[in-house]
C-alpha cells in the first residue's frame, strides 16, 4: 500500500470516530456546556477562573464524545433496527466493537489528565463522572427513568465546577444540579418522543413510553419544576433582573416547545429538542449580565 493509500484509510477512521463521538452533531456538547457554565459564574461570582474554565470546556467536549462512544457501543445490536440510528458507525460496521471500546477508554484517560490539572476535591467528585457515563446507555433496559440517569450525568459538572472554583460544595451547587436533572429529563423525553415507536419495537424504555399520552402533561409538569428551581436559585443568590430576564425568554422558549410536540410528531419533537439550546444560552446570558453589570 503506497503513502496516498495509507493517508486515505486513516482519514477514513478517523472520520469514522469522528461521526462515533458525534463531533458532526454538537448538540449533546452544548446542552452539557449550558450548566457548566452557568456553574462556573456563579462559583466565580461573575469572574470565573479563566483556566478552569478552558479545563471544564474541554472536559465536556470530551466527556460527551466519551458518552456516545459508550451509548452506540451498548445499543450497537439495537441500532440497526432503529431508522435514526441505523447508520451510526458501529451499527453499520464502519467500527468495530473492539475499537469503539478503544476509543471510549482514551477520551477517558484524556478526561482524567484534565481533571489532574484542578484540586484534590474536583478530582474525587470526578471519580463518579465516568461510571455516571458509562452506564447510562444500559439503563434503558431495566427502568423507564433512563432520562433521570442522564440529568445526573450531565449534571455532575455543577458540583465539580464548584469544586474546582472554591474548592467547596455549597449547598446552591446541589439546588442548580436538580435544576438542571429536571431540564434534562424535559427535552431528553422530547428526544425519546422521536423514536417511541422504534423503541418499544426493540423493547428498550425511556419516559416518553412511560408517560404515554400523557407525555406532553408531564414535560410541561417537569419544565415547570425546572423554572420553580431555576427561581430558588436567582432567589438564594439575590440575583438581578438581567437573570430574570434570561429565565423568563427561557419559559418563553419552552412554551414554543410545547407547541411543537403538541401533534407528536418526530420531526417536531427533535426541533424541541434542539431548542433547549437556546434554554440553556438565554439563562447564561442572563447570569453574565447581572454579574457583568454588579462588578
Known amino acids: 500500500m503506497d503513502g496516498n493509500a495509507i493517508m486515505t484509510s486513516l482519514k477514513g477512521r478517523v472520520r469514522q470516530y469522528g461521526l462515533l463521538m458525534r463531533i458532526d452533531r454538537p448538540i449533546g456538547t452544548l446542552l452539557l456546556l449550558w450548566p457548566t457554565l452557568w456553574a462556573l459564574w456563579i462559583a466565580g461570582e461573575g469572574r470565573p477562573d479563566p483556566f478552569v474554565t478552558l479545563v471544564f470546556m474541554l472536559g465536556v467536549f470530551v466527556m460527551r464524545s466519551a458518552g456516545c462512544v459508550i451509548n452506540d457501543y ?54 463518579a463522572a465516568v461510571p455516571l457515563a458509562a452506564t447510562y446507555p444500559f439503563m434503558k433496559r431495566f427502568t423507564y427513568l433512563p432520562q433521570i440517569h442522564l440529568g ?12 474546582a472554583q472554591t474548592d467547596s460544595v455549597p449547598p446552591i451547587a446541589w439546588l442548580l444540579l436538580t435544576g438542571v436533572v429536571l431540564w434534562a429529563v424535559a427535552y431528553d423525553t422530547m428526544y425519546a418522543m422521536v423514536d417511541r415507536d422504534d423503541d418499544i419495537y426493540v423493547g428498550v424504555k425511556s419516559t416518553a413510553i412511560l408517560f404515554g399520552e400523557l407525555d406532553r402533561l408531564m414535560i410541561g409538569v417537569i419544565q415547570l419544576c425546572f423554572f420553580v428551581v431555576m427561581l430558588l436559585v436567582g432567589d438564594q443568590l439575590d440575583l438581578g433582573s438581567y437573570y430574570y430576564l434570561g429565565l423568563a425568554v427561557a419559559a418563553g422558549l419552552s412554551l414554543y416547545q410545547q407547541y411543537l ?35
Open 74 to 127: 451498548a445499543d450497537r445490536e439495537l441500532d440497526p433496527h432503529v431508522a435514526r440510528t441505523r447508520s451510526r458507525p458501529l451499527a453499520a460496521g464502519h467500527v468495530t466493537p473492539t475499537e469503539a471500546l478503544l476509543l471510549f477508554s482514551g477520551l477517558c484517560l484524556l478526561a482524567l489528565a484534565l481533571v489532574l490539572t484542578l484540586n484534590h476535591l474536583t478530582l474525587w467528585l470526578s471519580l
Open 261 to 295: 410536540i403538541r401533534g407528536r410528531e418526530p420531526r417536531e419533537c427533535f426541533k424541541a429538542f434542539l431548542n433547549n439550546n437556546w434554554v440553556g444560552a438565554v439563562i447564561l446570558a442572563g447570569l453574565i449580565a447581572h454579574y457583568g453589570l454588579a462588578v
Open 152 to 163: 445526573i450525568a450531565f449534571g455532575w459538572a455543577v458540583p465539580m465546577a464548584f469544586a
